[in-house]
């Protein structure tokens, strides 16, 4: 068995990856919402946050009541317990990456998690 997985994602809709790839440490989904639409309700979440990276076009994430505009290239963090509900600008798409990872549980990163072979 190989030690990677592969997926090639279509460009429009969503599409969650934690089967695809077989994921067990985080969620990413691929996202892409035409000009107007947005994610049909309010969320929570219990241990997960969420970072929403803005590939294309933009939007607005409203967090606790609070707007937040988004446009390409716009990275954001959003706690688990913050009440969010996004949506695409009205002369606008929006194409994004949805990351969810428990809260809290990144031990180590970057080089300090790196294992030189030999």
Not at 69 to 74: C, I, M, P, S, T
């Amino acid at each position: 068995m190989a030690n990677y997985q592969k997926v090639n994602v279509p460009a429009a809709g969503r599409v969650e990856l934690h089967d695809q790839l077989g994921l067990t440490g985080a969620e990413i989904s691929v996202n892409a919402m035409p000009a107007g639409a947005g994610v049909p309700f309010v969320h929570a979440h219990r241990q997960n946050e969420e970072i929403y990276i803005v590939l294309e076009g933009k939007g607005c994430m409203t967090i606790d009541g609070e707007k937040v505009e988004l446009a390409a290239n716009d990275f954001l963090r959003v706690s688990p317990a913050a009440k969010r509900q996004l949506s695409a600008a009205a002369d606008s798409g929006i194409k994004y990456l949805c990351i969810q990872v428990k809260e809290n549980s990144l031990e180590g990163y970057t080089a300090a998690d790196a294992v030189m072979p030999g």
